[in-house]
């Protein structure tokens, strides 16, 4: 009997996560309650010692427990945008809800889940990848227990999530049926050679994966879960769950369509391509209403996953790159707009209410001038980040010739620039009777805000830092 290799390498940030988790429930058994705070600076240990060992694992491919897992520059390269969304959560954590073991396990578990899901190859790790990705998350949207629309969050997203799981299974199931394989590769292999049992398992199979992935992506239709659940959630799980997820799912989703069924992508090409532009169309003109800030950034995040989907439809190296450095965009972008929602709240989460922005900048100008960036980037404006990250894509479309492709970006941006712009105009609007917002935010909360306003004026000025690495990414997804 031959037993498969585990190397332990490809999994070295999963390990770090996982050992960090044990260890700060281990140290809640000798802590004082209110001590807790010492678990999340533990946590932020445990991530950035994960984000070290990345650069060392990037210069040769890992392949572990049989084949099952490999650590490749795609997978490493999503690794730091779920890591970096795990980083900001356990920050803002530190106030915004009550830090603990349980907070600081759940959000690692969740991020162990997320990476397992972008460096598997094979359908059982994947729906694994999955399931440990979304058991935590269900937790954390209802983890403020003393509040009615966590608990409503946390209801909609273990049904939603629990259905989109079944879902997903099914076409797993479909894809080994019609194929007897259960690695991407020799799925492909089996499609290649024609090996298939029957062609509608195949088609079927797909569709199911898909539409299991959309969930997670909050692709129209199926994203009805995302306003309620970004709302009610706690803002640092807001934001690490509109990241991390997207992210790991984009992931799976390009790996599983590029590896495993690249001539059914071109099959699939149009549905996918009329997905992303209803997904971008209807987030951006559904935000257009939204009074609350959570609200808005939660329908603007479904019309950024339309954006990221038009660069899986171009069907290119030059898409999937594109794809790459807008998720590295939307990362930095959007977790510092979570940031800066989360320094303004207080218990009741005052700061996400769109209309108590008002004159933010005579009372602060820091965090004012700092979400009026974020907000601008979202819209795309140069110099920052969203600018080179749309155009990317926009470029990827026409070069595949996606002309409706191109043309509904720019229709989709300009119609993002009305919601984006409104904050930005109330916080430089004087008023003498505007509501008062927190006085007080947390060291971490600061800190957060900055760094994620660094990466976004300099990836806006300097895309190249980043477009190499990530050329890197696109090429372990294509075998150059």
Same mark, same amino acid.
């Given at each position: ?258 590896? !495993?069924?690249?001539? #059914? *992508? &071109?099959?699939?090409? $149009?549905?996918? +391509? ?5 997904? =971008? @169309? ?72 769109? !209309?108590?922005?008002? #004159? *933010? &900048?005579?009372?602060? $100008?820091?965090? +004012? ?5 974020? =907000? @601008? ?92 690495? =990530? ?10």
């Amino acid at each position: 009997m031959n037993f498969p290799v585990i190397n332990p390498l490809s999994v070295l940030p999963e390990i770090i996560l996982l050992t960090t988790s044990v260890l700060a429930l281990f140290v809640a058994l000798f802590l004082p309650e209110r001590r807790g705070q010492i678990l999340n600076y533990l946590g932020i240990v445990g991530v950035l010692a994960s984000i070290a060992v990345l650069p060392m694992l990037w210069a040769k491919v890992q392949v572990g427990f049989g084949g099952a897992i490999v650590a490749d520059h795609l997978s490493l390269a999503i690794d730091a945008a779920v890591l970096i969304s795990a980083l900001a959560a356990l920050l803002l954590g530190l106030r915004e809800v009550e830090p603990g073991a349980d907070y600081v396990a759940l959000v690692l578990w969740a991020s162990l889940g997320m990476m397992v899901l972008t460096s598997a190859v094979e359908l059982l790790s994947i729906f694994l990848g999955l399931e440990v990705l979304s058991l935590p998350l269900y937790v954390l949207a209802g983890f403020r227990r003393d509040r009615t629309t966590s608990k409503e969050a946390a209801m909609k997203y273990l049904l939603m999530g629990a259905f989109s799981s079944g879902i997903f299974l099914y076409g797993l199931a479909f894809l080994y049926g019609a194929t007897g394989q259960v690695s991407l590769a020799g799925i492909q292999t089996a499609i290649l050679q024609n090996f298939t049992v029957h062609p509608l398992f195949l088609e079927l199979g797909a569709a199911l994966v898909i539409v299991g992935l959309a969930f997670k992506l909050a692709l129209v239709p199926f994203h009805q879960w995302v306003p309620d659940v970004y709302e009610g959630s706690p803002t640092p799980v807001t934001a690490f769950m509109s990241v991390g997820t997207k992210a790991a799912a984009f992931g799976a989703l390009v790996r599983i369509l590029t590896v !495993a069924l690249p001539a #059914g *992508l &071109v099959h699939w090409q $149009p549905v996918i +391509a009329f997905i992303a532009v209803l997904t =971008l @169309l209807f987030g951006n003109l559904a935000a257009l209403r939204q009074t609350n800030m959570k609200r808005m950034l939660a329908y603007s995040g479904i019309a950024q996953a339309g954006y990221l989907v038009v660069a899986i439809a171009a069907n290119s190296q030059m898409g999937i790159g594109a794809g790459m450095f807008y998720l590295v965009a939307y990362a930095f972008m959007n977790l510092g707009a979570f940031a800066v929602v989360s320094a303004l709240s207080g218990q009741n989460e005052e700061g996400a209410d769109i !209309a108590s922005y008002r #004159g *933010l &900048v005579y009372r602060r $100008p820091w965090l +004012a001038v700092a979400m009026s960036m974020f =907000l @601008l980037a979202l819209a795309s404006i140069p110099p920052l980040v969203g600018f080179p990250g749309k155009f990317y894509i926009l470029r990827a479309a026409v070069a595949s010739g996606g002309m409706l492709l191109a043309i509904a970006i720019v229709i989709g941006t300009m119609i993002s620039l009305y919601y984006y712009l409104r904050p930005i105009l109330l916080m430089f609007t004087h008023s003498e009777d505007a509501t008062e917002l927190a006085t007080t935010s947390h060291w971490t909360a600061h800190v957060t805000v900055g760094v994620m306003l660094a990466g976004t004026v300099v990836l806006g000025v300097l895309p190249g830092l980043v477009t190499g690495v =990530l050329q890197h990414a696109v090429h372990a997804i294509y075998g150059l």
